[in-house]
């Protein structure tokens, strides 16, 4: 019996079934599946795309950058009194 997840491959999951990892089949070349035997199976399916740490270590980095910037521009800034 083949379980088919209608999500796309990207080589980033991990698929565990009752506990040991199971290989990954590619279904129609583009979506991903696992062989079953008949039964009731605990599913566990992990997945870690790196463009999400990528993208959290950008945004960490811009919002360094914009923080200096404010802070050496704010150096920078004379009061005026009215």
Not at 24 to 31: E, M, N, P, S, V
Not at 54 to 73: D, H, K, N, P, T
Request: hydrophobic share 50%; with cysteine; aromatic share 12%.
């Amino acid at each position: 019996m083949l379980l088919c997840f209608f999500c796309i491959q990207e080589n980033t999951e991990l698929l565990y079934v009752d506990g040991k990892e199971a290989e990954i089949k590619l279904i129609f070349d583009a979506f991903i599946g696992v062989e079953l035997t008949e039964g009731e199976h605990e599913i566990e399916m992990l997945y870690s795309p790196w463009h999400v740490y990528l993208a959290g270590i950008l945004s960490l980095l811009g919002m360094s950058i914009f923080g200096v910037i404010c802070i050496s521009e704010g150096k920078n800034i004379t009061r005026w009194n009215l």
